[in-house]
């Protein structure tokens, strides 16, 4: 359902500011997180994988390994209204794409890759939140 993905991906979104120094996820780079469900996003800075990579950990959902915590990501999904419709899905889909990646050793190129893929995977399934959608929100909840 793509308004529980909205709503995730802002959940998510809210660690961005605390990520950016650490990763050198620069606002040139991507200016706000809800901007990785744009068309034309391009998925080419190792920078956004060590971003998302330090947000999931930030909210507990990554494995010593730095792989998606499939129980503490399941259970984030869940903390959302009507999160039940997303949450197995999208654990699957996610953990689809980190298979497809699993040879890459460098841990934020990997998870850029597996974001991706996810996002992807997720416009194909017609989970994948308009941008309009996004914005309207997001400009909502800084007023
Ligand atoms: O193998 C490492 C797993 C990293 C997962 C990356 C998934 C893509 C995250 C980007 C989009 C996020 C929107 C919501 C996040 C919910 C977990």
Redesign the pocket.
């Known amino acids: 359902d793509v308004v529980v993905?909205k709503d995730?991906?802002l959940?998510?979104?809210q660690a961005l500011d605390k990520c950016r120094q650490e990763s050198d996820l620069t606002e040139e780079k991507m200016e706000e997180?809800f901007h990785?469900w744009r068309d034309d996003f391009k998925f080419e800075h190792r920078e956004l994988g060590c971003a998302?990579?330090c947000m999931?950990h930030f909210?507990n959902?990554?494995t010593d390994s730095?792989?998606?915590h499939h129980g503490n990501?399941e259970e984030?999904?869940l903390s959302f209204p009507n999160g039940e419709v997303l949450a197995r899905q999208?654990v699957e889909l996610?953990h689809t794409?980190?298979k497809q990646?699993d040879h890459e050793q460098d841990?934020c190129w990997?998870?850029l890759h597996?974001?991706e893929c996810?996002?992807s995977a997720c416009v194909a399934h017609g989970i994948a939140p308009s941008m309009e959608m996004m914005m309207t929100e997001f400009i909502m909840e800084s007023e």
């Open positions: 993905m995730v991906t959940g998510f979104g997180f990785f998302i990579q999931s909210f959902l990554l730095s792989r998606m990501t984030f999904i999208m996610i794409c980190e990646f841990h990997r998870i597996v974001a996810f996002k």
